[in-house]
């Protein structure tokens, strides 16, 4: 079953409890997909992203950002990060979606329980074990290749930034070796797309530090 990049993202970060950061790194990872699908195209992190294909997805979490970018003014990579940070009910509608079409995908099972029988608190079980055989690929994908796929260097890097790494990488060797791939690549910069996610997830940080969220996002 392939799975998108946000759809990866997620579902590895499925029951962290810091969770703002989780959800915009999850729309940071909307718009990496759709610069890997060619729906946008971004040049520079200091120049506006340009809509090349406005065509649904027929993915929702996909279709709500590129709604957005066709009826609002254009804008940089960040300064879309912080249109969608500073609007928390879009945020939680994108993360959402991207569950729910987990669930239709049958990765994720929904369970609801009843919390003394006044509400009931959803929880989403990996009954198949797909976080492992995502983190089994990526492994495969980083330690095989001299020039790893970009999809999979998008999600080593959210993984960091969230300090997820230590959860999927089970042994120090593994997780040494990682941390040793990441600065590789930042060494490296040869890849101008690469320069521009490290960026772009730098700037997540200064957004979260420029407009700070009191209310918790799902």
């Given at each position: ?47 506006n992203i340009i809509l090349k294909n406005s065509a ?163």
């Open positions: 079953m392939i799975l998108t990049l946000p759809e990866q993202f997620k579902l590895l970060s499925l029951n962290k409890k810091e969770n703002k950061h989780i959800s915009i790194s999850a729309v940071s990872a909307c718009l990496f997909q759709l610069i890997l699908s060619h729906k946008i195209e971004l040049t520079s992190i200091k120049e649904p997805t027929h993915k929702d979490y996909l279709d709500i950002i590129l709604n957005h970018m066709i009826h609002e003014s254009p804008r940089k990579f960040n300064e879309w990060v912080q249109y969608f940070y500073i609007n928390p009910y879009i945020t939680t509608k994108i993360n959402l979606s991207i569950v729910d079409n987990l669930v239709n995908k049958q990765v994720l099972t929904k369970k609801e329980n009843n919390i003394f029988f006044l509400f009931k608190k959803k929880k989403y079980i990996d009954y198949l074990d797909t976080q492992n055989i995502i983190i089994k690929n990526l492994k495969e994908d980083l330690f095989s290749k001299e020039q790893p796929h970009e999809n999979s260097i998008f999600l080593l890097l959210l993984l960091e930034k969230n300090n997820l790494l230590n959860k999927f990488m089970l042994y120090n060797n593994d997780l040494n070796e990682i941390k040793s791939k990441i600065s590789s690549f930042e060494e490296r910069n040869e890849n101008q797309l690469l320069e521009l996610c490290k960026n772009s997830i730098f700037e997540v940080d200064n957004i979260k530090a420029s407009y700070p969220i009191s209310k918790n996002i799902k």
